[in-house]
């Protein structure tokens, strides 16, 4: 399952130059966040695991099971890793001070009860406590934008002007809006032009595509060539695809809240995937470059599903009939998103913070070792939990999985659904040993001998 990498066989080009060159910044540091954002993998495996369990009756059925494993990898794993990496990179991008080690303590557990919170007052029906869990992420989010906007304002204005610090601005400005309308969801009937069903179009649009998806691609605009030894394809398709993202985004999450899917929501689609196709093409231009690796496969094939349900999207705004009820297209689609995009991503993300991160922030090891942190990709023995055949294997499982929810009033769905969610189990559980095991040979490494 696993991968022999290139990497620890020799040193290449660009190991040697990341030896003999000063690391560009403060040095990254483990956070609460990702220790919590890790342990939601756990947890959201654990749920996972129940609700296949479930599907064939050998459980007894619980009606939260579905949406929760879902947000607890989304909500909880991806959003912990973000509010912990996100204002370190941009700290070392800006060349700013990021928050102190007390800071992100204090938010951390602030934002881990708040997401209990929320989750049990929406599980168990009690409104109250679902909106002081969803005002506490509100504030938190307000943090953390305001922490990346507040480094912009006091850095170099040519570093400022980076398109990745515009991604790092502009997605927790985006999930503002998106944990807005999670009030009008869940607690408050809001009364909008697009209905219920707009208002939750509105919320997916700005959590998925908004927060996790443009902090995702801004990350791997600068870390993905660090993945593959190679410097990134074209900076000025990377320039070009922001202002598309930008605009596409609005639309996207203004649209159905207004009821507009065949205009503005349409519009914002057509824009956020014009810039989505520079961004994949300037990734695949870099992996083809670069030297392949397991992760960087796995990381740059995810990237194929995040417009999953945009695939759709058309054939349900002009109402061209396929077959499909609406609804099942929609968790199909959402499906994909979590299990061929967002998964993924947090799993390998998790895998580079155990490999790459240390406890103590602020101290730089630049010693030349295979230990030695420089940002999140190590420039030695990149760790890889999957290889070629690994990585194909768990997308034909998404495949599989999402045509069952598509025909899920067939007998046979339940075969596909049943094979492939052990599949993706099997890697899932896998994944999270090898985070386990990248930890432990770690802290063995720090530890005196």
Known sequence: MAETNPRDSHQTDAERRSSSRPTDGPSLSMTPFHVAGIAFLFVGFALACYQGLQGFGLVPAVSWITWTHIHFVTIGA????LFGTLPQLAARKLERPGPSPSTFGVASVGLNVALVLAWYGRAFSEPLWFDVGLGTIWLLTSWLFAVVLVMVRR???????DPTIGFYLLSPFVYLIGLAFAFGLYSHGWDAPGGWYGLREAHVHANAWGFLGLAAIGTLYDLFPRLV???????RLKRYSFPLFALGIVPLVVGPVLGMGKTVTAIGLMLYAAGYVLYIYTLARTYRAGTPNGTALSVLVAQLWILGPASFAPFILFGVPLGIPDPWIETGALHFFFLGWALPIALAGSLLVARSLEW???IARGDGSDSRVDGLVPPKRLPSAVGPKS???WNLAVLVVGIGFFYQDQSWSALLHGSGFAVLLGLWGYYLFKIIEQRWAVRAHASPA
């Not at 850095?155 to 002007?161: K, L, P, T, V």
């Open 155 to 161: 850095s170099d204005g040519g570093r400022a002007r």
């Open 229 to 235: 030894d190679v410097e990134l394809y074209s900076e």
């Open 78 to 81: 991806f959003t912990q890793l």
């Open 391 to 393: 990585v194909l294997a």
């Open 360 to 362: 103590s922030p602020g």
